[in-house]
């Protein structure tokens, strides 16, 4: 239990008194009209689903009268098809255009979209579909269908299933194609006109907006309750920090489900008219950031690594010492020039002037073969990011805005900014919204982007909001003299080994990660006497290295046995022990001769790590090394 006081502070109260102020009676529907209004044939949404270019680089674009017309589309037939005010309307695909006509069109039915984490389980599925009862199922393809199967059997509350890609359709009564759907919708719209313009006003700022369903990492998916309130505010007090300037160009690849995403992605972009870049294979993120050349981006630590040892790997691989030299002599600069724009200090005249030089020559070359030249705004979330990675995109002139919230805050409750930076920090807290730690460490948060609680699950909702509305995250941190908010780790993923330590795994992880040979990494000592580690090596990197050391292999599997690969492996983990304390140091390691992803089920659709699956596909290893 906290022994926090009950009430916020004045200034608090203030600044959350302003921003209520600029939202007042406002809802999502309406933010999207205002924008529709504003904007109208500038573009909206883009994909590549089905491009057929020689070249790969066509983008299918919706503006955002054209995406509005496919709104009240799609929205009617769903109106046609029986679905009632506050019905849930579940949607499982992937980042494309389809996905964000079918989220506005059911808020424009008056009802609840929810979009699924195309990675759930077909007993998943039927838990979220049996808890939630959705009147509405909107599916991409064959494997989306297949998972869905025996939730719509077992449905008595489908009313409607609709399938985007039309070779994909289910032998179920109610089911049709996408083009069906939007063409019976354009067809009923005046008869249902009155209806639309009638749910549309009678929706409230207190309406859920969404109900997000967790990943299912430890049990069955919760459902995260988050109404056009929650997420008005998280919006208005995020561009506050973030404060946006000029062109507003956007790429979204995380998926919907997630809460990050789903801000940045979706509402944002029906707030301030940005144009949205939707790619839905993450493996081509890369390729789009090079094509897109956003201005601003967000990306989760896994994503600035594995861009961090990209480049790392041919700076290494630079044959010609002297421009190496001159590279790594200019990282040096933009390193110490973002060092000098933290919070509380200031970058002298000839600091800034030698920056400048490098940042002409060097730098602003190398953001550009990024494809991040344009970026003026970079955010990283859903885990710590690893001071050495953010420092090394402050070597390329970048300050990458860390920021810390979670699905049950719609989003941030603290973050990084122009006004507010501090390397290995998530930053302050946002305007109106409070932070604190409870006397074990654990971070609590509250304000008025709390969810009102889990969907129908009231035990869950006791657990996370207590009697005076804090929100008990589950994570452990520090906040420094000036309120900056740093995060440990997950409370329940805290090692105490037999001794008693306490151990942050994370942290080791990150140091192990820092060799771009080494892909992921899990540290385990759980009531044990030392700590251990199961690597895995970089799919990407790991064969450039070996074969630059000319190495012969056949496969990653056979990489990983190779005593030369094991040697640097063994390196890597020196190297990481040497920056540890002794009950933190990595005593024994095993080099697994697989890749996780997200489809192997090691990893969340985030990227981030699923210790639980971990622990019990490798438990043979992990023993092994306690052998």
Known sequence: MTTLSPSPTPDVLATRA????????????GAFAATVAARGDTPAYSDKVGVTSADGTGWRTLSWTALAAQVNDL??????AGVQPGDTVAIMAGNRNEHVVADLAALHAGAVPMSIYNTLAPEQVAYVAGLAEPAA???ENADHVGRWSAALDASGSVRSVIVIEPDALPAHGAAITWDQALAD???????????????ASAVTPDDPATVLFTSGTTGNPKGVVLTHHNILFEAECSLHIAAPEGENIWISYLPFAHIAERMLGIYIPQINGAQVHLISDPSLLLGALGEVRPTRFFGVPRVWEKIKTGISAKLAAEPDEAKRAGIEAAMAVGLEYVEALQFGN???????????????????????LLGLDRCEWAASAAAPMPLEVARFFAGLGMRIYDVYGMTETAAAVTACGPAQFRLGTVGRPLAGIEIALAEDGEILARGPVTTPGYFRTEEATATLLDADGWVHTGDIGEIDEDGFLTVVDRKKEMIITSSGKNIAPSNIENYLKESPLIGHALVFGEGRPYVVAVLTLDAEIAPLIAAQAGIEFTDLADLATKPAIQAMVQQAVDAANARLSRPEQVKAFELLPVEWTAESEELTPTLKLKRR??????????ERLYA
Request: hydrophobic content about 55%; glycine content about 4%; charged content about 25%.
């Open 346 to 368: 200031t970058p002298s005249p000839e600091l800034t002037a030698k920056y400048e030089a490098v940042d002409a020559q060097v730098l602003g070359l190398l953001r550009m």
């Open 137 to 139: 199922v909107i599916l």
């Open 75 to 80: 929205a009617t037939a769903l109106v046609a």
């Open 18 to 29: 302003e921003i209520e102020e600029a939202i007042a009676g406002r809802t999502l529907l």
């Open 185 to 199: 919708g354009a067809a009923a719209r005046a008869d249902h006109a009155d209806e639309l313009v009638a749910r």
């Open 613 to 622: 699956v971990v622990h019990e596909k490798y438990a043979d290893v992990l």
